[in-house]
Each structure stands twice: as structure tokens, then as C-alpha cells.
């Protein structure tokens, strides 16, 4: 079987030809997407592969791209894979000294880089990175005047140009003799716990996994077009925009995430992976909008919910036929309320929007689903290509992550750990013996580290990171991200963190959303200075502690959040107490706050 991602730029300009949009650029400032064809894109490919071999790379080579979203990342990729090298993803958010980690393990030859910061940070480790050959910029970074170390983009796409026959004749074999057994790419993990490792994921993973979506996801074609919002780091958005490339779908990259609100109305994609965050964060817009509304409005806008929820959930979910009456009545909702919701978000022709990377509370699917927003719930891992389920098209259990990829087999283990195998699964951690045998069992299932259960129609239910469970010191147990999942709902709260382990009873760290806040401090007639001010406010706790109590409804005794602290500032990426795929670092979050914590329990 040939390789799909070493062939997939050759093959779709054949497919198109030359003048079919692949991807974009999206331009917020100017309103605009900045179009590369298919052929712009197979010209570009080539010449940096070409370039590349001149300069030195060779099958089997590493070579890492430190960059947010850019086309310059898609060309590097392909061009990689067209030599048999391996492009490394590193998070544009990293440190200088986590870049200068992933360089030294992967042992990279060459990097490339998309901003002026990053190629500043990557020329203060140069003289520390030995297996390093040379820095590829992005256009628009300035090199430096005494830097022989690093060539633009561009001057590597002349350089490939002006490549001899015998160069091209090189890199054509070496994509010839492609192996599915190649390493594909390195995905390291985001280290909640510890040292990032990288994750070998073979072409072979990669064909599976995009035959299987091929497969299932009918309802996709070349007429769709998506955003690449996600960091093109994450496996995630890697193998959704890998999958959208194949399958024919237009990709209009985002290089802000910050921008994505901006970015929507402009390309109003049909379709776009996200993470539950994102989600969380339209289901409390709209919700604080719904409560600005006047009598009237409001319960219009709640009748047509209701009305939402029992097409779409108890009919359409279920592959029912609508009863006549209430498909009337929702087209009358749908053109007076949901569409124009759902314009307002900026994608009114949304169908299809898979999200995935933490918990997701069974409410705001619900609210998404009666709206109109088909979201696809899904679970996966870096280690596993992604993909290891998602809802199917009809039944989906809500409150599950959905049922296995047909190639993937799925099983509980000791503790009521989630186990895997199947062709999407990694090959091992690079460079890392005593890790593989920790998370292959010895007939090779994979452990993910996730404790869930299979329901009675087949779908996965997760519980928690078994590593994120702890138990109080009455000895009961508490998943922190199922707590953390329900305060997410909440407009006031932004992050929380759930205190407990070996503790008498539970706790919490909240970050609040400091503009929901304030706007309630001044409605309320609450002065304040600053947001310290705000935290501090005895008014102010005893609000954000009514809406716990209102979220907390259903959890038993023991899970509820009995003291809480109220921070200043938000975690960051940059103070290490997010990941790079922005998950808390429980560690980091238990000692740098030990004295705040300390005082919940005195």
C-alpha cells in the first residue's frame, strides 16, 4: 500500500488540477483568505523537498517546525514526507528550553520557524543543539546580519527551483521507496505530569486512520470547507486537516487562535475540529444573551429550545421520522432563532463539528444539538493517531465519547483503564524502552491512562485520568475533571483547578471570567479598583458560591466543593501551569498555591 501523506499533494493536483483552491490563509485584518491552489501547493512541495536534499536531509532525518498556524507548515510537512524525514511539531508557546528538549531528543537536523520570537529563541540554542544543520525562517522574520546559520522560505523555494534533474530524480526515488513502516512523525505529549515524549506515529498509522474516517464520514465531501484552528502541533487538528486535504475540503488556516471569533464569520466554514473549550465559550455567550432578553424574547427563545431538543434529540439523534407538526413548528425556529444564532457565531452552514482533548458536559451538547450545531463528540490520543472513537452518524449516547473506529479494538482494564490496539496505534515513544513497556501490556494492548467502561451499545464512557483521580482522606475517590467539566458551564468561571487529595474534604481554585465579572459587579452596584479587588469582595464570593451550589446539583456529598479561592489572574501556558494543549499541571497548580490551599483547610 502506497503511503497516503506521501503521495496526497501529487495526487490531489492530479485529481484538480492546477487552479482548484487547497488552502488558505485566513486574513483577518483585511477580511480575506488568502488562497494557495493545488498546484501553487505540488510546486512548493517539490522545490522544498528539493531544497532540502541539497542541503543535506536524508530518509529517516528529523526536522522540526516551531511555528503557529501557517501554510509554511503544510509545505514543510509534505516536503518531508516526499524525502522519507520526519517532521517534528513543537508548540509555538514553548519555552526556549523545551525546544531546546525536543531538538536534542529527536536529534533534529534541521527547523523550521514561523515568527520573529521564535527564530530569536531558537539562535540562543544553536551552539547547544549539535545535531542541528540549519534554521529555515518564515517569510517576513528578519535575520539577523551575522547569521550564516539560517535561510528564508523563500530563498529555500529558489534554491529547490533551480535544483538539477539528477536532485529531483533523487527525491522521486526516495518517495518511491516510501514504506508504510516509516516513521511518519514524532507527536510529543504535553507532559502534565513530566518530560514530554515523543510518540512514533508510522505511515501505516496514518493510512488506517484515514481510510477509517474516509469510511465513515460520508456526509463529507469537497464542497465542504474548514478552519485549521487548532495548533497544527496537536495530533488533533494534524490529522483533521491531513483528513480534509485528502478527502478534497478547502482549509482556511487561522494563525491566532485568539482570532478565531473574527476568523468564523469571514470563511463561515462547514465544518471545524475544536476543543470543548471553545464550545463551552459559545454555550455561555449565547446563555448571557438569552438572559439580556426581554419577556417576550426569552421565552421565545426557550420554547424554540425545547422545541430544538425534541426534533433533534429524541427523533433525528435516534433516526427517527419527525412527526409533521413538530417539523413545522422547528422551521419556523430555525429560520427565527437558530439560524441566526448560529450566523452570529459565524457558521451558518455549519454540519459537521467534531471536538474533542477533555470532557464535554452532556448539557451543552444538548443546547448545540437543539440549535442546529451538529457537534461530534469524540475521544483519542496522541499515541493513537488521534481517533479512537466518536459519535456515529445515528444513536450516539450523549454523555459517551462514541463508539470505536472499525480498525481499532477497545477494552477495559485493571482500574477501569481504557486499552487499545489497532493500526493507529503508535509504535512506541522514541528513545524511550522502559516507558513502552510500562504503557504496552505484554499482548500488546496500549494503556491510555483514561479509566472509562463500555455501555450497553457499545459506546465509551470516560471517567477520568487515572492519574488525576485521588481520594480524600475519608476515602472516597473524586474525578477532578468532571467537577472541573460542570464549573466550565458557568459564565462567571473561566478555570478551575479541584483540590482534595488525602484531604478532609474538597476544594477548588477558580479563575473567573474577569469581563462577566465586572460587568456584574457594576450592574450590582459592587466598587471595585481592579480585579484583585473583585476577588477579594464578600458579595462577589457569596454569588460565585451560589452558582457552584446551582452547578454542584447531582453530585453526591462528598464530590461537592466545600471552600473555594478566587485568583487574580488566569493560568498560563507561559507560568508552566497550563500544558501547551492547555491542561493544568496538578503539580505545579499543588505547590505554587500550597499556602492558598493550606488555607482552605484551616
Keep these: 500500500m502506497q503511503n497516503i501523506l506521501t503521495n496526497l499533494v501529487r495526487v490531489q493536483h492530479e485529481r484538480y488540477g492546477s487552479d482548484r483552491e487547497a488552502f488558505s490563509l485566513v486574513d483577518v485584518a483585511g477580511k480575506k483568505c488568502i488562497s494557495t491552489t493545488w498546484g501553487e501547493f505540488r510546486r512548493d512541495v517539490d522545490n522544498m523537498a528539493c531544497a532540502l536534499e541539497i542541503l543535506g536531509l536524508q530518509p529517516g532525518d528529523m526536522m522540526c517546525v516551531l511555528s503557529p498556524n501557517l501554510p509554511e507548515i503544510l509545505v514543510t510537512d509534505f516536503a518531508c514526507y516526499s524525502n522519507r524525514a520526519i517532521p517534528v511539531a513543537i508548540y509555538a508557546t514553548s519555552s526556549p528550553e523545551q525546544i531546546k528538549y525536543i531538538i536534542e531528543d529527536a536529534g533534529a537536523n534541521f527547523i523550521m520557524v514561523g515568527t520573529q520570537d521564535l527564530y530569536k529563541s531558537v539562535r540562543t540554542i544553536v551552539s547547544e543543539c549539535p545535531t542541528l544543520k540549519k534554521i529555515i525562517a518564515a517569510d517576513g522574520i528578519d535575520l539577523d546580519s551575522d547569521d550564516s546559520f539560517s535561510l528564508s522560505f523563500s530563498d529555500m523555494l529558489s534554491l529547490g527551483a533551480a535544483a538539477s534533474d539528477s536532485c529531483r530524480a533523487d527525491v522521486a526515488l526516495r518517495t518511491a521507496e516510501a514504506s508504510p513502516d516509516d516513521i511518519a512523525t514524532l507527536i510529543y505529549t504535553s507532559g502534565t ?104 424574547q426569552s421565552m421565545l427563545v426557550r420554547r424554540a429550545l425545547k422545541v430544538g431538543a425534541r426534533r433533534n434529540l429524541e427523533y433525528r439523534r435516534l433516526g427517527l421520522r419527525v412527526p ?147 481520594k480524600t482522606s475519608n476515602g472516597k475517590y473524586i474525578a477532578p475533571q468532571a467537577i472541573e467539566s460542570r464549573l466550565g458551564e458557568d459564565r462567571y468561571i473561566e478555570q478551575v483547578a479541584v483540590i482534595g487529595d488525602q484531604r478532609k474534604y474538597v476544594t477548588a481554585i477558580i479563575i473567573p471570567a474577569f469581563e462577566a465579572l465586572k460587568e ?47 485568583l487574580p489572574r488566569e493560568f498560563s501556558i507561559e507560568s508552566g501551569e497550563l500544558t501547551n494543549t492547555l491542561k493544568i499541571r496538578r503539580p505545579v497548580i499543588n505547590s505554587r498555591y500550597a499556602d492558598e490551599i493550606e488555607a482552605m483547610y484551616c
Design 324 to 470: 409533521a407538526m413538530l417539523e413545522a413548528e422547528y422551521r419556523f425556529y430555525e429560520k427565527q432563532v437558530f439560524s441566526k444564532v448560529r450566523s452570529a457565531i459565524g457558521i451558518s452552514n455549519g454540519r459537521f463539528f467534531p471536538t474533542a482533548g477533555a470532557p464535554m458536559s452532556g448539557n451543552i451538547v444538548e443546547f448545540l444539538q437543539a440549535i442546529g450545531i451538529n457537534i461530534v463528540v469524540g475521544y483519542g490520543l496522541s499515541e493513537t493517531t488521534a481517533s479512537v472513537s466518536f459519535y456515529p452518524a445515528v444513536d450516539y449516547v450523549i454523555g459517551s465519547v462514541g463508539t470505536p473506529l472499525p480498525n481499532v479494538e477497545v477494552k477495559i482494564g485493571a482500574e477501569n483503564e481504557i486499552l487499545v490496539k489497532g493500526p493507529t496505534v503508535m509504535r512506541g515513544y522514541h528513545n524511550r524502552p522502559d516507558e513502552n513497556k510500562k504503557v504496552f501490556t505484554d499482548d500488546g494492548w496500549f494503556r491510555t491512562g483514561d479509566a472509562g467502561r463500555i455501555d450497553m451499545s457499545g459506546a465509551i464512557v470516560l471517567t477520568e485520568r487515572i492519574k488525576d483521580l485521588f
Design 193 to 296: 505530569t513530566g518530560e514530554p515524549k515523543g510518540a512514533e506515529l508510522l505511515h501505516s498509522c496514518f493510512n488506517s486512520a484515514l481510510e477509517a474516517h474516509r469510511e465513515i464520514l460520508t456526509n463529507l465531501s469537497d464542497k465542504d470547507t474548514s478552519v485549521c484552528f487548532l495548533p497544527l502541533s496537536h495530533i488533533f487538528e494534524k490529522a483533521w486537516t491531513y483528513l480534509c486535504l485528502m478527502l478534497g475540503i478547502k482549509v482556511a488556516i487561522n494563525s491566532n487562535p485568539k482570532e478565531i471569533q473574527a476568523a468564523l464569520p469571514i470563511v463561515n466554514p462547514t465544518c471545524m475540529c475544536s476543543v470543548p473549550r471553545f464550545w463551552e465559550k459559545v454555550y455561555t455567550a449565547v446563555q448571557e444573551k438569552i438572559a439580556k432578553m426581554s419577556g417576550v
Design 520 to 566: 456584574y459587579a457594576r450592574t450590582h452596584g459592587i466598587s471595585f479598583d481592579s480585579v484583585e479587588d473583585l476577588v477579594q469582595n464578600s458579595e462577589i464570593r457569596k454569588f460565585i458560591a451560589e452558582r457552584i451550589e446551582n452547578l454542584e446539583k447531582g453530585l453526591a456529598g462528598f464530590e461537592k466543593i466545600k471552600r473555594f479561592t478566587l
